[in-house]
């Protein structure tokens, strides 16, 4: 093929890859009977199909999937039958349900052993992203926590950003008082996530949702 059109095997092949992205995308759209809502969706879906992650970044996928309920719904699929990541030090996962919370932990977890932290470590790590992935769960009804190997500043360690498109926090400072609860739930909370790791960090914009960045360093 390449030969007849004048070009190279590798040219060729990712053609075909970006071809076979878009057709899984349009069937299954077909298959799930969805009409794309807006001009960003199919654009969005293509670059998760194809696993382009500089392409998701320009296109900031993670917050049209906060805010589409169409594509958030697809996105399953296609993270599912895409190639995956050459980087095993990143995870990211979107979530909705109390599934995603032992998800995102297990996540959070494997990551953090990658980046060299020691067993007490690993569950401290964890607790603190079940903490934030269920305030997602309970509060927002969607949201994603991304979870990654860093280093800065010669010392290792790893980030937890989680993000959600929910009513936001009326008083920061008030749910982040040791105590503070809305759902009288036994978890730690937010001042229980704060506590446990090095750094912690939220923004807030009433109707427009809450992200959450916490550090961890060995």
């Known amino acids: 093929m390449a ?22 995308v349009e ?12 001009d960003r969706c199919r654009p969005v879906l293509y670059a998760l199909s194809m696993g382009d992650r500089r392409r998701q970044r320009d296109l900031d996928t993670a917050g049209h999937l ?11 699929e296609l993270f599912d039958r895409r190639p995956q990541a050459d980087n095993a030090d990143e995870s990211r996962v979107l979530v909705s349900v109390d599934a995603d919370v ?21 569950t401290v790590i964890a ?3 079940s903490e934030i992935a269920r305030n997602i769960v309970k509060f927002a009804e969607r949201g994603e926590v991304v979870i990654r190997v860093v280093t800065e500043e010669g010392r290792r360690g790893v980030t937890v950003v989680a993000r959600d498109s929910g009513p ?29 790791m090095d750094e912690f960090d ?7 949702g809450t ?5 961890k360093w060995l």
């Open 3 to 24: 030969a007849r059109r004048g070009s190279t095997p590798g040219a060729i092949a990712a053609q075909l890859n970006r071809t076979r992205a878009k057709l899984r």
């Open 27 to 38: 069937y299954l759209l077909a298959q799930a009977g969805i009409t794309p809502p807006s």
């Open 66 to 76: 906060l805010e589409c309920d169409p594509c958030l719904r697809l996105s399953a």
């Open 102 to 122: 032992v998800t995102a932990r297990r996540k959070g977890r494997e990551i953090a052993a990658r980046a060299g932290f020691a067993a007490t470590e690993l």
């Open 127 to 129: 607790t603190a992203i």
């Open 168 to 196: 936001g926090i009326a008083d920061i400072a008030e749910a982040l008082r040791d105590g503070f609860s809305t759902y009288h739930g036994l978890g730690l909370g937010l001042p229980g996530a704060r506590r446990l």
């Open 202 to 208: 939220i923004v807030s914009e009433k109707g427009k």
């Open 211 to 215: 992200t959450v960045t916490m550090a």
